[in-house]
């Protein structure tokens, strides 16, 4: 009962975080890990049930999704697949040992990352960043699908800081085509991780359903939140929890 129990409230919490301010991976990952799945598990497991909160969230943006820069729509899907299925394969040849080395450090930088993202993405609209050619645009693309693949967390703010510095401007567009790459790079990893056999369904199953309804609640209620910026301090504090947990197992 405990283990549901911390499964659902850390579910709840993550679909609500994701739809109103993002992190929720800072949640379910760590709480998977602390229940004694593998962290290669917990990071499959915790990749998979992100996936209905990022397929609700595309679906809501999907009158404002359309691509800007040199790349079409089609373009960008395809290279991001691309990158997901090589994160998703360097994940299963990573040793157990070593993804588990690596994993406060990947807090860290998500963390890290989270919390300079609204300052990050200002600064880039601010100096007018030029728009990038094709090639950059693919470079760019691709490298965030494969960390996407490979880990989870901070996918979001990590598309968003990318589009800013490909030339992207509107904002509207940047969020639908963030949350339709985020679907789509779980969607492929998480089909990877299934096939190898690395997710443990029994707290999927609780988690996937208790990040939908969180979701759900979530978006019902992120029209009145005025203090995002209090969430995304909270995200941040426990993304610095757990990476100093983790630096310290």
């Known amino acids: 009962m405990l283990e549901f129990l911390l499964l659902a409230g850390a579910g709840l919490a993550a679909g609500a975080l994701n739809a109103v301010a993002g992190g929720g991976t800072f949640l379910t990952f760590p709480a998977l890990v602390w229940l004694g799945v593998p962290p290669i598990s917990a990071n499959a497991t915790a990749t998979l049930t992100a996936l209905p909160g990022y397929l609700g969230s595309a679906w809501g943006y999907r009158h404002d999704l359309h691509a800007e820069g040199s790349l079409g729509l089609r373009a960008i899907l395809l290279v991001a697949a691309f990158g997901a299925m090589a994160g998703a394969l360097l994940l299963l040849v990573t040793p157990g040992d070593v993804f588990r080395g690596l994993v406060p450090w990947l807090l860290l930088a998500a963390t890290a990352l989270f919390a300079a993202g609204p300052r990050l993405l200002a600064a880039l609209a601010s100096r007018g960043v030029g728009q990038a050619g094709p090639g950059l645009s ?77 979701g759900w609640l979530g978006a019902r209620t992120s029209r009145r939140i005025r203090r995002t910026d209090l969430l995304r301090l909270f995200v941040v504090a426990v993304g610095a929890l757990m990476t100093v947990a983790f630096f310290l197992l």
């Not at 339709?180 to 998480?190: D, N, R």
């Open 138 to 214: 693919v470079l760019g693309i691709l490298a965030v699908s494969v960390y996407g693949g490979y880990f989870n967390g901070g996918l979001g703010i990590m598309l968003l800081a990318m589009f800013g510095l490909l030339g992207h401007t509107d904002l509207h567009a940047m969020n639908g085509l963030k949350n339709v790459l985020s679907a789509l790079l779980s969607l492929l990893s998480a089909a990877t991780f299934v096939v190898a056999g690395l997710i443990a369904w029994q707290p999927a199953l609780v988690l996937a359903i208790a990040t939908a309804i969180g």
